[in-house]
């Protein structure tokens, strides 16, 4: 039989982390990566019998990569800890990394939920993000601070997952509005090397809005879509005006 290590990133998500390593207690290892949270959540996570690191925060690339050297076994399920593996991809899991024929790489598949709703457009259903099970030796992260990418040092395709996880992105509207702020400035690094102006903020903001409401059909999921693609729309409005912040510090906001 295959081993596996569940790994779960955290930083401040008490109200979370409980439920999230309740749904890997069928793994046979599962590590917490804490960033010095204040609120009790590395405790928890003890409680329950996960192995807590503490990583300092440098980006999520960097941080997973930290992570993963820390495993103990070539099978990795990542799981972040708004996320809830369900039992039928434990089952799925297991029945992936101890067949013949497996591939190296995995995505899964996930149900966002959202205003008390699943959230089926918006671009939000499969909403793979990177793979998230795997063999250790044949994928690493990119060292992207946010939306961060991977490396494959596979030959093979990508297989995919057929049940999904479910994700709880926000627990009440600040929080949303907390991490458009967080990710606006860990994009806005990534953008500020580029020419940036108030008009080209605006127009990358409004084709955000467009996408996720039109063309990814935002506007099926009701109130719920007109709220995704709005926080899309501020979080690209933010990123961008932030680049020019940078570009301008000293001009926008001079010392003294």
């Known amino acids: 039989m295959e081993k596996i290590t569940a790994y779960i990133i955290a930083y401040n998500e008490a109200e979370k982390i409980r439920a999230a390593v309740e749904s890997v207690q069928w793994a046979d290892e599962i590590i917490v990566a804490d960033s010095w ?23 999520y690339g960097a941080l997973r ?3 993963l050297a820390e495993c103990s076994h070539d099978w990795i399920f990542s799981l972040d800890s708004d996320e809830r593996c369900t039992p039928e ?70 297989g995919h997952l ?13 929080q949303l509005i907390h991490k458009m702020n967080r990710y606006s400035s860990l994009g806005a690094v990534r953008v500020s090397g580029r020419r940036v102006s108030i008009w080209k903020a605006v127009g990358h903001a409004f084709w955000s809005f467009i996408k996720h409401y039109i063309f990814k059909l935002g506007v099926l999921d009701g109130a719920p879509g007109f709220v995704i693609a709005f926080g899309n729309f501020e979080g690209t409005f933010y990123r961008y ?3 020019i912040e940078i570009q301008e510090k000293d001009r926008w906001f001079p010392p003294g």
């Open 162 to 174: 057929t049940n999904a996880i479910w994700q709880y992105p926000f627990k009440d509207m600040s």
């Open 65 to 67: 990569n930290r992570v």
């Open 89 to 158: 991809v434990a089952a799925e899991i297991r029945d992936v990394v101890n067949g013949t024929d497996s591939l190296n790489v995995y995505r899964v598949p996930r149900r966002n939920y959202f205003m008390g709703q699943w959230i089926r457009f918006s671009g939000w259903y499969p909403n793979y993000r990177q793979p998230q099970l795997f063999r250790r030796s044949q994928m690493v992260y990119g060292e992207q601070a946010v939306h961060e990418g991977y490396i494959l040092k596979s030959e093979q395709d990508i």
């Open 37 to 59: 949270s204040t609120d009790g959540t590395a405790d928890i996570a003890k409680d329950l019998g996960a192995r807590v690191i503490q990583i300092e925060f440098a980006g």
């Open 241 to 243: 005006l932030k680049a």
